[in-house]
């Protein structure tokens, strides 16, 4: 049974790098079928895409974030990352890693349970 | 960017009721619409994808409809477990964007 498990530290200081791993189990990250990305959603707000990868390496971004995030992939060990530069207390949300079924932002058929991420000093 | 607006965002409603959403995009997006459902502290569902295909295992009381720039999420005879947050989500080959939600509540 497919299970995605988003982890990564719970508490970032404004201008670091906020980091989370995803890891998959019950399917390949290599599977051509499917792309990989993250979604996040602030308290009490809506759900924003961030960006999805291929397991080749493809990349696509949510333009309006483009220029602080970074998303890559170990199919060795069947997971896949990201990485927020220059954060603020805008980027405290759950995150959630997905599945995207067909293309890179495709809907979402397959979610993490979500992990929060709280930006403070 | 292509921005999407959701009606209501709130409905308040009962057990049995027929509940319709809609969802406006301010361009036309064909039919790369698709619908999830978030219950409070759980990851999104996906119910619908291409405006009105039924994803696997989700119950028939729900439905899509709508092309272009307009599009309709009804939920039939409305369930004790369907009170929840809905969302909209237009889609293309490499970015898509959320509606804003709207909360369905008992009344």
């Known amino acids: 049974q497919l299970q995605l498990q988003e982890s990564g530290p719970g508490l970032v200081k404004p201008s670091e790098t906020l980091s989370l791993i995803c890891t998959v189990s019950g399917d390949s990250i290599r599977n051509n079928s499917y792309y990989w990305g993250w979604i996040r959603q602030p308290p009490g707000k809506g759900l924003e895409w961030i960006g999805s990868i291929y397991y080749t390496g493809s990349t696509y971004y949510n333009a309006s974030l483009k220029s602080r995030v970074t998303i890559s992939v170990d199919t060795s060990r069947n997971q896949f990352s990201l990485k927020v530069s220059s954060v603020t207390a805008a980027d405290t949300a759950v995150y959630y890693c997905?599945?995207?079924?067909?293309?890179?932002?495709?809907?979402?058929?397959?979610w993490g349970l979500g992990t929060l991420v709280t930006v403070s000093s | 960017d292509i921005q999407m607006t959701q009606s209501p965002s709130t409905l308040s409603a009962s057990v049995g009721d027929r509940v319709t959403i809609t969802c406006r995009a301010s361009q036309s997006i064909n039919n790369w619409l698709a619908w999830y459902q978030q219950k409070s502290g759980k990851a999104p569902k996906l119910l619908i994808y291409?405006?009105?295909s039924l994803e696997s295992g989700v119950p028939s009381r729900f439905s899509g409809s709508g092309s272009g720039t307009e599009f309709t999420l009804t939920i039939t005879n409305l369930q004790p477990d369907d009170f929840a947050t809905y969302y909209c989500?237009?889609?293309?080959?490499?970015?898509?964007?959320f509606g804003q939600g709207t909360k369905v509540e008992i009344k």
């Open positions: 997905a599945r995207h079924r067909g293309t890179a932002a495709a809907p979402e058929d397959f």
């Open positions: 989500q237009q889609y293309n080959s490499e970015s898509q964007t």
């Open positions: 291409k405006a009105s």
